[in-house]
């Protein structure tokens, strides 16, 4: 190859390259921005120490409606098991004494297959159509899943909702693929914070 096929080929090969890495830092300075804005807005402690590979995964944590709420970045298994990928993860403490849980997520011909067996309906052909649960005492998932709470897990699916909600001992836990890099992926985190500290509530008193 001569040099002056070389010259014409350098910029194609390189600048993919430039784009890219310039996309990646944006994307983290999103991140963290998204995290400075909710421990303004919720009074939250962040925490920007921590750090994998290049990106900085922040924590953030405190009281929100007298709950204890952390919302973390961390790399964990995909939900089909087969990578390792960044994830943002909320976690709201919740009382529940007598061991109530319930797994909840999109419907999809991928996640039928991983969520086999023991699947509940919420009598809602609406909802039912866009969510798989799985729950240890139907009957009570019933009343915690009332119409205000399919209705606002239904906005969070217009929001492009694509992880996992889920109720074990007493944290109630919603994880998703990615970093929170987006303002879609912020105004979901939110309203799902909201939501589940609505759902600690119902449950503390049914």
Known sequence: MDLKSILILLPVLIVPWIVLYFIFI???KKVISNFKKLAEKYKLTCDFSKKIGMKIH?????I?????IKIESTVRDSMDGKKVIPHTVLTVQCTNEDNFSFKLVKRSKKNSVLISGGTVLADDNEFDDKFIIQSNNPEKLKNVFDF???FKLDQVNS???????FLEGSRLVYFEPE???SDDALMRLELVLHELCDIADVMKYS
Do not use: K, W
Request: avoid cysteine.
């Open 26 to 28: 944006a994307s983290g």
């Open 159 to 165: 929001l492009g909702f694509n992880g996992m909600i």
């Open 64 to 68: 929100y409606r007298n709950r204890s």
């Open 148 to 150: 205000n709470t399919r």
């Open 58 to 62: 922040p924590a953030a944590e405190g």
């Open 179 to 181: 970093l929170l890099s």
